[in-house]
Protein backbone atom coordinates (compact mmCIF):
# COMPACT_ATOMS: atom_id res chain seq x y z
CA UNK A 1 0.00 0.00 0.00
CA UNK A 2 2.65 2.37 0.33
CA UNK A 3 3.94 2.31 -2.73
CA UNK A 4 0.64 3.32 -4.47
CA UNK A 5 0.13 6.11 -1.90
CA UNK A 6 3.91 7.57 -2.73
CA UNK A 7 3.18 7.01 -6.49
CA UNK A 8 0.11 8.73 -6.32
CA UNK A 9 1.51 11.60 -3.83
CA UNK A 10 4.84 11.92 -7.14
CA UNK A 11 1.83 12.20 -9.82
CA UNK A 12 -0.53 14.13 -8.06
CA UNK A 13 2.81 16.44 -7.01
CA UNK A 14 4.04 16.42 -10.52
CA UNK A 15 1.07 17.34 -11.63
CA UNK A 16 0.41 20.96 -9.75
CA UNK A 17 3.69 21.63 -10.82
CA UNK A 18 2.94 21.14 -14.75
CA UNK A 19 2.55 23.95 -17.33
CA UNK A 20 -0.54 25.03 -18.55
CA UNK A 21 -2.51 23.24 -20.99
CA UNK A 22 -2.31 23.99 -24.65
CA UNK A 23 -5.91 24.22 -25.10
CA UNK A 24 -9.15 24.79 -23.29
CA UNK A 25 -10.28 20.63 -24.16
CA UNK A 26 -6.48 19.19 -22.20
CA UNK A 27 -7.20 21.20 -19.76
CA UNK A 28 -11.24 20.62 -19.12
CA UNK A 29 -10.05 16.65 -19.46
CA UNK A 30 -7.47 17.23 -17.13
CA UNK A 31 -9.41 19.02 -15.03
CA UNK A 32 -12.17 16.08 -15.19
CA UNK A 33 -9.34 13.46 -14.23
CA UNK A 34 -8.48 15.47 -11.19
CA UNK A 35 -11.81 15.28 -9.92
CA UNK A 36 -12.28 11.95 -10.75
CA UNK A 37 -9.25 10.79 -8.63
CA UNK A 38 -10.03 12.77 -5.83
CA UNK A 39 -13.70 11.46 -5.47
CA UNK A 40 -12.87 8.43 -5.70
CA UNK A 41 -10.15 8.83 -2.75
CA UNK A 42 -7.30 7.54 -4.27
CA UNK A 43 -5.11 10.64 -3.15
CA UNK A 44 -3.76 10.66 -0.28
CA UNK A 45 -3.98 14.43 1.88
CA UNK A 46 -1.14 15.83 0.65
CA UNK A 47 -1.76 14.76 -3.00
CA UNK A 48 -5.17 15.82 -2.55
CA UNK A 49 -3.77 19.37 -1.70
CA UNK A 50 -1.97 19.36 -4.27
CA UNK A 51 -4.38 18.07 -6.58
CA UNK A 52 -6.87 20.69 -5.28
CA UNK A 53 -4.27 23.27 -6.36
CA UNK A 54 -3.75 21.97 -10.02
CA UNK A 55 -7.21 22.17 -10.03
CA UNK A 56 -7.47 25.86 -9.13
CA UNK A 57 -4.60 26.74 -11.80
CA UNK A 58 -6.61 25.07 -14.73
CA UNK A 59 -9.97 26.54 -13.46
CA UNK A 60 -8.39 29.86 -13.72
CA UNK A 61 -7.00 29.24 -17.24
CA UNK A 62 -10.62 27.72 -18.37
CA UNK A 63 -11.93 30.60 -17.46
CA UNK A 64 -9.14 32.89 -18.83
CA UNK A 65 -9.56 31.33 -22.25
CA UNK A 66 -13.64 31.31 -22.11
CA UNK A 67 -13.28 34.83 -21.44
CA UNK A 68 -11.26 35.78 -24.67
CA UNK A 69 -13.68 33.53 -26.60
CA UNK A 70 -16.21 35.70 -25.33
CA UNK A 71 -14.25 38.73 -26.05
CA UNK A 72 -13.48 37.73 -29.47
CA UNK A 73 -17.57 36.91 -30.41
CA UNK A 74 -18.42 39.97 -29.21
CA UNK A 75 -16.12 41.81 -31.73
CA UNK A 76 -16.85 39.80 -34.67
CA UNK A 77 -20.78 40.31 -33.29
CA UNK A 78 -20.37 44.21 -33.56
CA UNK A 79 -18.00 43.26 -36.76
CA UNK A 80 -20.99 42.09 -38.60
CA UNK A 81 -23.38 44.41 -37.70
CA UNK A 82 -22.06 47.46 -38.59
CA UNK A 83 -21.28 46.12 -42.15
CA UNK A 84 -24.95 45.37 -42.14
CA UNK A 85 -26.65 47.94 -40.89
CA UNK A 86 -24.69 50.42 -43.48
CA UNK A 87 -25.90 48.62 -46.19
CA UNK A 88 -29.46 48.60 -44.69
CA UNK A 89 -29.06 52.51 -44.74
CA UNK A 90 -27.53 52.90 -48.46
CA UNK A 91 -30.20 50.30 -49.71
CA UNK A 92 -32.94 52.44 -48.03
CA UNK A 93 -31.67 55.79 -49.70
CA UNK A 94 -31.90 53.99 -53.81
Keep these: ?3 TSAAASSAAASAA ?11 MEELEQLVARMEAGEL ?4 SV ?5 GSELVKFCAGQLDKVDSQVK ?5 MLKPFN ?3 AAGGDD
Excluded: T, V
Design 75 to 79: LLEGD
Design 17 to 27: SAALPASFEEA
Design 1 to 3: MPR
Design 50 to 54: AAYKR
Design 86 to 88: AAD
Design 44 to 47: PLEA
